[in-house]
T-cell receptor
Framework: DVKVTQSSRYLVKRTGEKVFLECVQDMDHENMFWYRQDPGLGLRLIYFSYDVKMKEKGDIPEGYSVSREKKERFSLILESASTNQTSMYLC??????????????FGPGTRLTVL | GQQVMQIPQYQHVQEGEDFTTYCNSSTTLSNIQWYKQRPGGHPVFLIQLVKSGEVKKQKRLTFQFGEAKKNSSLHITATQTTDVGTYFCAGPLQSNYQLIWGAGTKLIIKP
């Protein structure tokens, strides 16, 4: 079974803090993704990575950065957290390429609250 | 840009009634995927449809992909409490590795 883990299920931070969210997958997947999920808005892609050290912006990258130094690990960084970044953050991965291989596997999510 | 619209946003049903959610894409999709997210959980892959006009069944769930590969539906017959959650459709973006997600339909069973 594919396993995607995230470093925290719940996180509370203060405005202006630097926040690190970690994601690890154990299936040697090429692609990894960070989404945020807000009620009524579905899943919105923040960043994704298709290879080590490679990244591409998604739909809402502002206020976020990412790091992928190893294939299995994809980090999301909030340089200076703001209250409008309070959300559920979901990490996902897939094998790579498109077509039948692009099913995504999700981690359990991190619910971040910024006070 | 490429969009996937999903309706309705919510559907309240009595247990035993049917449920349907619809997805429409602004462009032709190579495939469409459906995911289910239980309350408090994360999205879990249900199925992928690839062929024009394809219909697939999983027990009480029926998935359809339109002839033009621009729309899809999920129908649940005789809902049960275990069906509660949010159902998402998603299709690949033409230009890269992304999936474009519908906003989801939340299935709520009336008490």
């Amino acid at each position: 079974d594919v396993k995607v883990t995230q470093s925290s299920r719940y996180l509370v931070k203060r405005t202006g803090e630097k926040v690190f969210l970690e994601c690890v997958q154990d299936m040697d997947h090429e692609n990894m993704f960070w989404y945020r999920q807000d009620p009524g808005l579905g899943l919105r892609l923040i960043y994704f990575s298709y290879d080590v050290k490679m990244k591409e912006k998604g739909d809402i990258p502002e206020g976020y950065s990412v790091s992928r130094e190893k294939k299995e690990r994809f980090s999301l960084i909030l340089e200076s957290a703001s209250t409008n970044q309070t959300s559920m953050y979901l990490c996902a991965s897939n094998e790579g390429g498109q077509g039948l291989l692009d099913t995504q596997y999700f981690g359990p999510g991190t619910r971040l609250t910024v006070l | 840009g490429q969009q996937v619209m999903q309706i309705p946003q919510y559907q309240h049903v009595q247990e035993g009634e049917d449920f349907t959610t619809y997805c429409n894409s602004s462009t032709t999709l190579s495939n469409i995927q459906w995911y289910k997210q239980r309350p408090g959980g994360h999205p879990v892959f249900l199925i992928q449809l690839v062929k024009s006009g394809e219909v697939k069944k999983q027990k009480r769930l029926t998935f359809q992909f339109g002839e033009a590969k621009k729309n899809s539906s999920l129908h649940i017959t005789a809902t049960q409490t275990t069906d509660v959650g949010t159902y998402f459709c998603a299709g690949p973006l033409q230009s890269n590795y992304q999936l474009i997600w519908g906003a989801g339909t939340k299935l709520i069973i009336k008490p």
